[in-house]
C-alpha cells in the first residue's frame, strides 16, 4: 500500500499519463523492512506470495528485503537498538515519565542515537509521553466502549425479563421481587418499552 502510494504521488509529480498508449516511465522498486528482533533463523527476504498463497498459482508478488541488526554503527543499527531498549523500558516500567527518562538515558550511555538525542531530548521525551498518553486514552476509550455495551445488554436483557414477565401476567410486586427492583423501576422500565402508558 505504501509504495503504491509513492508511486502515486511520484506520477502525480512527474505529471506522467498512466493511460495513455505508451508505457509509463518508473523507478525500479526495493521494498524494506526493519525488523527489531532477533534474526535467529528468518530469511533475508519475504515473499508476499510464498508468505500468504504459498499453495496458489498467485499473480501478484512482492518481495521485500529485511534488514536486521548487525555489528556496524549505521542509523539503521542505531535505529533498531534504540527500539529495543524501548522496549525493554516499557516493560520495567510502564508507559511512563520513568520509561522515557530511561530509554534515552541508555541510549546516550550506548551512543544510540546519541547525537539527536543529546540536541533534542526534551523533544523525544515529550514525543514518547505524547504516544504513552495516546495510547492510554485509547485503552480508556476501548475500557469505556466495552463497559458501555455491557450496560446496554444488562439493561436490554433486564428490559426483555421485565416485558416477559409482565407478559405473563405478573404483578408490578412480583416482578419487582424477582428482578430485585423496586415496583416504580418496574413501571419506569414497562415505560420506556412503551408497555405503560
Known amino acids: 500500500m505504501y509504495l503504491m502510494d509513492t508511486y502515486q504521488e511520484y506520477f502525480r509529480e512527474k505529471k506522467i499519463k498512466l493511460y495513455g498508449s505508451h508505457k509509463a516511465d518508473m ?8 525488523y ?83 540536541e533534542r531530548e526534551k523533544e523525544v521525551e515529550d514525543i514518547m509521553l505524547t504516544l504513552f498518553d495516546q495510547e492510554y486514552v485509547l485503552d480508556l476509550e476501548r475500557d469505556s466502549i466495552r463497559a458501555a455495551a455491557l450496560e446496554e445488554g444488562i439493561m436490554k436483557t433486564q428490559t426483555q425479563v421485565v416485558l416477559n414477565m409482565f407478559r405473563d401476567n405478573m404483578s408490578y410486586e412480583t416482578i419487582a421481587r424477582i428482578t430485585d427492583l423496586s415496583v416504580e423501576e418496574v413501571k419506569d422500565i414497562l415505560k420506556k418499552a412503551a408497555v405503560l402508558h
Not at 27 to 34: A, C, N, R
Not at 42 to 55: H, R, T
Open 27 to 34: 523507478p525500479k522498486p526495493e521494498l524494506y523492512v526493519i
Open 36 to 118: 527489531t528482533g532477533d534474526k535467529g533463523s528468518y530469511p533475508d527476504v519475504l515473499s508476499l506470495k510464498d508468505e500468504f498463497f504459498p499453495a496458489t498459482d498467485c499473480c501478484i508478488d512482492a518481495k521485500v528485503k529485511v534488514i536486521y541488526l548487525h555489528d556496524s554503527d549505521d542509523i539503521i543499527n542505531q535505529y533498531i537498538g534504540f527500539c529495543r531498549v524501548f522496549n525493554e523500558q516499557v516493560a520495567l516500567y510502564g508507559r511512563t515519565l520513568t520509561a522515557a527518562k530511561e530509554i534515552i538515558r541508555i541510549c546516550r550511555d550506548r551512543n544510540l542515537l546519541e547525537e539527536y538525542l543529546s
